[in-house]
């Protein structure tokens, strides 16, 4: 609660002052060290093993993307549980969150490429099955039969049921190269910023919603929206525990459609209002 509480003044504070100022100045503090992070990751990492891994993810993407398009249920219980589960519960999470995204996107993250996110997540994802691999027993094919060294593997018996959890696989892979200790800190501090904000976008946005669009919103609502966030993070933290996050994750399917379409109504109205017609 006390990380809670620190988090949001930071948001407050970031939110009231606008894009130009807080906002933008913490996101380009926090691209600084992420594009630092993936440099150092990089040299430091193996370096060769990413080179050749970069173009062949991207080739096999696109080389598999008519048959992952062409999913459906009739191809057996593992593609039957993959549909009910990612597609169906992350279709609503992304219509929840994309009107308020793609408003505070539109006014700050201009500039940011598809080829950035690619080649930061190839880093990072690639580094961990080199990991892997190193601690793996490897056929003449290359593919894995065993594990030579579990504790230098991420997955210590080669499966994802052995996998850290979800916020514990980045530092379990940072663990392994040189300074983790220090990059353990700098990434404290990215988490830090990073989740300020996209608080304080989620606060903003939903501001200008609320005011009908209002490209520049009144910073006392701004900020009460930032404490409403909070104190819905507060109640869940002490009522959810552990559980917290997948029994959000699943209150989020509900709302997710209406939230989208008011979202949609509002933009609409906005629109109308500002035709030239409407303002003598």
Known sequence: MTIIGVLTLGTIASAVSGVARGIRWLSNIDMALALVLAVFIFVVGPTVFLM????????EYFGTLPDMLGANMSEGEDMQTFLLSWT????PWWVSWAPFV???????????????????VAVLGG??????????????????????????????????ESLPAPEEIFFAVVDQLPGAGIISAVVIVMLAIFFITSADSASMANSQLYQKG??????????FRALCMAGIAVVILLFGGQNALQGLQNLIVVPALPFAVGADGCRAGQGAAQRPDDHP
């Open 102 to 120: 793609g408003v505070f996107t539109a006014k700050i993250s201009r500039g940011r490429t598809i080829r950035q996110f690619v080649l930061a």
């Open 88 to 91: 169906t519960f992350y279709w």
């Open 214 to 223: 209002n490209p520049a919103p009144n910073r006392l609502i701004t900020g």
């Open 52 to 59: 050749n891994i970069i173009p062949g993810a991207i080739t």
């Open 127 to 160: 580094s961990a099955i080199w990991l892997q691999r190193r601690a793996s027993e490897l056929d003449a094919a290359g593919s894995t039969v065993g594990i030579a060294d579990p504790d230098r593997a991420i997955a210590p018996d080669g499966t994802i």
